[in-house]
């Protein structure tokens, strides 16, 4: 799972509202400011909407000893556009992990909210180690700048170890892990005077969310979960499956089409000859430097090969350039892949300091060979993926999690799960495992949908959801209307980038 630029629901501008409109929003600035115990000032950050509210609250890095260094945790406030709003609001948690919720506040996630938003407030909390709440950036070869790096081995260990040296001096690396920050993200409910809340999130959210919900129950009204996982993926054991899944429906879908398949008709084919080619070793490629312009003869690693591959797999949008990439790279041309590993990097976006923290105290520990072997066999990704992250995570301080932790969340709490069949990253089957555990809940496949929630069917179930409290009842016939994107098919646009 990655971040939540992913999501690109549909464009819309706050500052559309009708004066009236504002006025209302003013209203309930100040309701909001008198209640809250945080200050929090009217604010035009540079990723809120508007007449946002931005604040700050603090709370110690060791929650158990209430010693030490604290943590400045950075939130944004969208209030309510009306003059009684509604008393449960939303929060919205991101994916990654390691991205920053409040770049949400005005990006695409945004729109998400405007709905609801017309008589909730909407939250916005950085996690402890992202955006702006001491965050845990580092390079471990994310910066495309260097293409050796960018295209070598995945988590390189001096970089690990110098990321985590770094970060040692401003953090107590352990204590940043997903349970810690569900009490961070209760506090700050708490301050700003709410009871209970909705929670919504996307990929990596929709695990913290649980988390929430298994420890802090009476205070949760819905929840809203789109690319649906849980605790029990063991990240990142879940990439592998998860990847071949969508890449097997790609197959699968560039036949049907029309188009695609008379421009590609030995897709899978083709597939398999490149695959079989890094198999052997290194690909080298000759490439533009992206900084000097001059030419460079650059390995790419199988495992980055791979891991850019599957990233491109996560949604119908990214992975519609797929078949035109494969069939240049059976050619032995590699440029289409390095401009959409390029266009479609996640890495520099992601507090890593905070994703190794969760993955290696959360997920790696509970990765036998029995399950790697299982998870892996047959697929495209292999084996190396999750070894070269458990042999980052040696080097990496892991936090304190019960074995518990790996059980799925029970909740008797309303549950609205969006699942897309051709997700990348998070299939519907970890979604089908979560909602038995929850009576309230129901699971909605989309079949040409991959991660996160980027369709105006999404928007409405959201909506009916969070405003009913229950997902009794919605009408879910627009999921037949998502389709795939058109498959990118001549060079011209594929060149043209994302």
Same mark, same amino acid.
């Given at each position: 799972?990655?971040?939540? $630029?992913?999501?690109? =629901?549909?464009?819309?501008?706050?500052? @559309?509202?009708?004066?009236?409109?504002?006025?209302?929003?003013?209203?309930?600035?100040?309701?909001?400011?008198?209640?809250? $115990?945080?200050?929090?000032?009217?604010?035009?950050?540079?990723?809120?909407?508007?007449?946002?509210?931005?604040?700050?609250?603090?709370?110690?890095?060791?929650?158990?000893?209430?010693?030490?260094?604290?943590?400045?945790?950075?939130?944004?406030?969208?209030? @309510?556009?009306?003059?009684?709003?509604?008393?449960? !609001?939303?929060?919205?948690?991101?994916g990654g992990p390691g991205d920053a919720a409040t770049r949400d506040a005005d990006s695409s996630p945004s729109t998400l909210f405007h709905e609801v938003g017309k008589n909730r407030d909407v939250i916005f909390v950085d996690q402890?180690?992202?955006?702006?709440?001491?965050?845990?950036?580092?390079?471990?070869?994310?910066?495309?700048?260097?293409?050796?790096? *960018?295209?070598?081995?995945? *988590?390189?260990?001096?970089?690990?170890?110098?990321?985590?040296?770094?970060?040692?001096?401003?953090?107590?690396?352990?204590?940043?892990?997903?349970?810690?920050?569900?009490?961070?993200?209760?506090?700050?409910?708490?301050?700003?005077?709410?009871?209970?809340?909705?929670?919504?999130?996307?990929?990596?959210?929709?695990?913290?969310?649980?988390?929430?919900?298994?420890?802090?129950?009476?205070?949760? $009204?819905?929840?809203?979960?789109?690319?649906?996982?849980?605790?029990?993926?063991?990240?990142?054991?879940?990439?592998?499956?998860? %990847?071949? /899944?969508? #890449?097997?429906?790609?197959?699968?879908?560039?036949?049907?089409?029309?188009?695609?398949?008379?421009?590609? !008709?030995?897709?899978? &084919?083709?597939?398999?000859?490149?695959?079989?080619?890094?198999?052997?070793?290194?690909?080298?490629?000759?490439?533009?430097? !992206?900084?000097?312009?001059?030419?460079?003869?650059?390995?790419?690693?199988?495992?980055?090969?791979?891991?850019?591959?599957?990233?491109?797999?996560? @949604?119908?949008?990214?992975?519609?350039?797929?078949?035109?990439?494969?069939?240049?790279?059976?050619?032995?041309?590699?440029?289409?892949?390095?401009?959409?590993?390029?266009?479609?990097?996640?890495?520099? &976006? #992601?507090?890593?300091?905070?994703? #190794?923290?969760?993955?290696?105290?959360?997920?790696?520990? *509970?990765?036998?060979?029995?399950? #790697?072997?299982?998870?892996?066999?047959?697929?495209?990704?292999?084996?190396? $993926?999750?070894?070269?992250?458990?042999?980052?995570?040696?080097?990496?301080?892991?936090?304190?999690?019960?074995?518990?932790?790996?059980?799925?969340? /029970?909740?008797? %709490?309303?549950?609205?799960? =969006?699942?897309?069949?051709?997700?990348?990253?998070?299939?519907?089957? *970890?979604?089908?495992?979560?909602?038995?555990?929850? !009576?309230?809940?129901?699971?909605?496949?989309?079949?040409?949908?991959?991660?996160?929630?980027?369709?105006?069917?999404?928007?409405?179930?959201?909506?009916?959801?969070? /405003?009913?409290?229950?997902?009794?009842?919605?009408?879910? &016939?627009?999921?037949?209307?998502?389709?795939?994107? %058109?498959?990118?098919?001549?060079?011209?646009?594929?060149?043209?980038?994302?």
């Open positions: 799972m990655k971040s939540s $630029r992913f999501l690109s =629901i549909l464009t819309f501008s706050l500052s @559309a509202l009708v004066a009236s409109g504002c006025s209302r929003r003013t209203d309930d600035h100040r309701a909001i400011q008198v209640r809250s $115990r945080i200050p929090l000032r009217t604010c035009n950050h540079e990723n809120a909407a508007g007449d946002a509210l931005c604040g700050n609250y603090e709370v110690y890095e060791d929650r158990t000893t209430k010693t030490g260094r604290k943590i400045s945790l950075n939130i944004i406030v969208l209030p @309510a556009q009306t003059s009684n709003p509604t008393p449960d !609001p939303v929060f919205w948690l991101v402890r180690g992202t955006g702006s709440s001491n965050p845990l950036n580092c390079d471990l070869g994310d910066d495309p700048a260097n293409l050796a790096s *960018f295209f070598g081995e995945l *988590f390189p260990i001096e970089k690990v170890r110098a990321c985590r040296q770094q970060l040692e001096k401003v953090a107590n690396l352990a204590l940043y892990t997903t349970p810690i920050a569900m009490d961070d993200l209760d506090e700050v409910r708490e301050a700003l005077g709410y009871d209970k809340i909705n929670l919504a999130g996307s990929s990596y959210g929709t695990i913290a969310a649980q988390v929430y919900m298994r420890q802090h129950p009476d205070h949760v $009204r819905a929840v809203f979960l789109a690319g649906v996982a849980s605790p029990a993926i063991r990240q990142p054991l879940l990439f592998a499956r998860a %990847a071949q /899944n969508a #890449l097997d429906f790609l197959f699968v879908d560039c036949a049907a089409d029309r188009i695609c398949n008379t421009a590609f !008709p030995n897709f899978k &084919s083709e597939f398999d000859a490149v695959i079989a080619r890094f198999d052997k070793g290194p690909v080298n490629a000759e490439l533009k430097d !992206p900084q000097t312009g001059t030419k460079q003869t650059v390995q790419i690693t199988r495992e980055s090969f791979v891991e850019h591959l599957r990233l491109l797999l996560y @949604a119908p949008y990214s992975a519609r350039y797929v078949p035109i990439m494969i069939h240049h790279a059976s050619q032995n041309d590699f440029l289409p892949f390095v401009s959409l590993a390029i266009s479609f990097n996640v890495g520099p &976006s #992601l507090a890593r300091g905070m994703y #190794l923290t969760v993955t290696c105290s959360e997920g790696v520990p *509970f990765i036998t060979e029995s399950l #790697l072997t299982q998870e892996s066999k047959g697929t495209f990704v292999g084996e190396q $993926r999750v070894r070269s992250h458990m042999e980052a995570c040696k080097e990496w301080s892991h936090g304190k999690i019960a074995p518990e932790f790996i059980d799925l969340v /029970n909740s008797a %709490a309303p549950v609205l799960m =969006i699942s897309g069949e051709v997700d990348g990253a998070t299939p519907p089957w *970890f979604g089908e495992d979560a909602v038995k555990h929850f !009576p309230n809940g129901r699971q909605v496949k989309f079949r040409n949908m991959g991660h996160g929630a980027n369709n105006a069917c999404v928007l409405s179930l959201f909506n009916d959801f969070i /405003n009913s409290g229950s997902s009794a009842g919605l009408d879910t &016939s627009c999921t037949a209307t998502v389709r795939r994107p %058109a498959f990118i098919t001549v060079d011209s646009a594929l060149y043209a980038g994302p």
